[in-house]
């Protein structure tokens, strides 16, 4: 009567390995742990990672910044036709096609309340 009530074998496996998962790693050599498994020393290892990917962050979006255009949309509401004739020429495969796209932008421009 006591087997039947055990809980099966498989369920035993998986809430051992919860509780193994669940348990602390040790601190590195140059870090000290407190009891509750929080690592203290000069500087955490996190906080140099956390740096490094924030560094990176701002790298790309200054690249970005300097290396994008505006969209031929945003030109063509704020009434820089040409700037957004050269934009369509490059980002469309034919000249016609980016002049299509422009009478359009600016047609939508003018009534969605006129251009800026």
């Known amino acids: 009567a006591a087997a039947a009530s ?3 074998a498989s369920l035993r496996r998986v ?3 919860l509780a193994t998962a669940a ?3 040790p601190c ?3 870090l000290t742990c407190s009891s509750g498994g929080v690592c203290e ?3 955490a290892p996190w906080r140099h990672l956390a740096l490094a990917a924030t560094g990176l962050a701002v790298a790309l979006l200054l690249c970005a910044l300097l290396l ?3 969209s031929p949309s945003y030109l063509a509401r704020r009434g820089r036709v040409e700037a957004a004739r050269r934009v369509l020429s490059r980002l469309r495969s034919s000249a016609a096609e980016a002049s299509e796209e422009l009478k359009a932008l600016v047609r939508g ?3 969605e309340g006129g251009v800026e």
């Open 28 to 30: 590195p050599a140059p």
């Open 15 to 17: 809430v051992s390995s």
């Open 41 to 43: 020393g000069k500087l």
């Open 109 to 111: 421009g003018r009534a």
């Open 68 to 70: 994008l255009e505006e």
């Open 6 to 8: 055990a809980p099966p």
């Open 23 to 25: 348990t602390p790693a």
